[in-house]
């Protein structure tokens, strides 16, 4: 596989579920977001890991609980969620160091929380 | 604040040209880029601009005015595949992306 891949596609979940969504990244980046997108709504940044270590937190709620165990993969599990809190999430990653500053994404889950 | 306008939604006809604005507030100035999103599909990278001016890549074009706050996307010979939202997206001093919501390009025939 190459390039950014997300799993699961889709996933509905009840408010007491405990769930984790994986992301792996096939490009040699060294930096991986999670990006929370709602319908006409801008992406939301939630966390940012540069080398395995996570530089941002962009005051998520701790029912969100990210986990980066190698420059590769990234992880967000979810607990006792909310309704509100349905939307599409996207992982990306970027090369740090790279002036363009561009960021790859997966295609997303997109997740629904009854 | 931090923030970045562009139209919600655009129709636009096969074979035309179309110009997509994006304007913007941010803490810092570190590149503007541009993205394109099918539906259900991961936002692809289709620009980058620092410096003043017009960049053309193909069919696509985006233009920056940074004395402006400004910048547009400009697509021509509009072929259905380009119906699509288009995200703005400004880096600020942090090195962080600030999005815009995102313009819904519709093509007809």
């Known amino acids: 596989e190459t390039g950014v891949t997300q799993t699961p596609r889709h996933l509905v979940m009840g408010m007491t579920n405990k769930k984790s969504l994986k992301c792996e990244q096939h490009?040699?980046?060294?930096?991986m977001y999670w990006y929370k997108q709602s319908a006409k709504k801008p992406l939301e940044l939630m966390f940012v890991?540069?080398?395995?270590?996570?530089?941002e937190n962009n005051s998520v709620p701790s029912r969100f609980s990210p986990e980066c165990p190698n420059s590769s993969h990234l992880f967000l599990h979810l607990h006792t969620l909310q309704p509100e809190d349905s939307a599409l999430y996207l992982c990306a990653s970027r090369l740090s160091g790279e002036i363009t500053d561009t960021q790859y994404f997966g295609p997303g889950t997109r997740l629904t929380v009854l | 604040g931090q923030n970045i306008d562009q139209p919600t939604e655009m129709t636009a006809t096969e074979g035309a040209i179309v110009q997509i604005n994006c304007t913007y507030q941010t803490s810092g100035f570190n590149g503007l880029f541009w993205y394109q999103q099918h539906a259900g599909e991961a936002p692809t990278f289709l620009s980058y601009?620092?410096l003043d001016g017009l960049e053309e890549k193909g069919r696509f074009s985006s233009f920056l005015s940074r004395s402006k706050g400004y910048s547009y996307l400009l697509l021509k010979e509009l072929q259905m595949k380009d119906s699509a939202s288009y995200l703005c997206?400004?880096?600020?001093?942090?090195?962080?992306?600030?999005w815009g919501a995102g313009t819904k390009l519709i093509i007809k025939p």
């Open positions: 997206a400004v880096g600020n001093s942090n090195y962080q992306l600030i």
């Open positions: 490009l040699g980046h060294n930096a």
């Open positions: 601009n620092v």
């Open positions: 890991y540069n080398f395995k270590e996570q530089t």
